[in-house]
């Protein structure tokens, strides 16, 4: 398997836009995972998915954020309207859930944003 | 909620030398994990020590884990340049089965050649 495929891996846009960033997790992984890191936070936990149902999206920081899994091999992070404070490392991961190794989770390369 | 707190924050060693990372919890787990990020990278999982083991090893890596103290270390042997990276500990977010895991903040460890 590939692993976790995001993309991009980097984006620049003005405020004010719409960001969309995908990720496609490894194949027959039920668990997929969306993080923000920054220096002055470290790694958030944003939302994570069951079987392509949203679980808990208690880390998503504001309606701007919103999180789909239309199918088990693909998920989208929209921001609309996005805001300099969004510019940040955000990543995706997925593990197959369960006890033990299980819960071990594979995290993509990320996507920097930078929002100008 | 639990979550794993590491220190020290940053580690600076020769090339050569030990590190040691720790980590604490503060809830009971059946399991912890350490990863791996470099610079500009995704985590990558290193190794995992289940609640009724209190070490294991994985080439240079040792991992212990004190369950009546809740806390885990993380000892790199003969450190190389190529260790420089930070290192996170990550514990299920309760014994149930949620997927979901806590992260610690992280040690920053950078191996001086």
């Known amino acids: 398997d590939a692993g976790v495929i995001q993309s991009p891996r980097h984006e620049v846009t003005e405020m004010g836009q719409e960001v969309t960033l995908r990720c496609k997790p490894i194949?027959?992984?039920?668990?997929l995972f969306w993080y923000r890191q920054t220096m002055m936070r470290g790694l958030e936990l944003l939302i994570y998915?069951?079987?392509?149902?949203?679980?808990?999206d208690s880390g998503m920081p504001e309606d701007r954020f919103s999180a789909k899994m239309p199918n088990a091999s693909f998920s989208t992070l929209k921001i609309q309207p996005s805001e300099p404070r969004d510019s940040a490392v955000y990543f995706c991961a997925s593990s197959l859930g369960g006890q033990g190794a299980k819960n071990i989770q594979y995290f993509g390369a990320g996507t920097r944003l930078s929002v100008l | 909620s639990q979550q794993g707190e590491e220190d020290p924050q940053a580690l600076s060693i020769q090339e050569g030398e030990n590190a040691t990372m720790n980590c604490s919890y503060k809830t009971s787990i059946n399991n912890l994990q350490w990863y791996r990020q470099n610079s500009g990278r995704g985590l990558v999982h290193l190794i995992l020590?289940?609640?009724?083991?209190r070490e294991k090893h994985s080439g240079r890596l040792r991992v212990t884990l004190d369950t009546s103290k809740k806390s885990s270390s993380l000892l790199i042997t003969a450190s190389r340049a190529a260790d420089t990276a930070s290192y996170f500990c990550a514990t299920p977010e309760r014994s149930g089965n949620t997927g979901k895991l806590i992260f610690g903040q992280g040690t920053t460890l950078q191996v001086k050649p």
């Open positions: 998915f069951n079987n392509n149902v949203p679980i808990d």
């Open positions: 194949s027959g992984h039920d668990y």
């Open positions: 020590i289940r609640s009724n083991e």
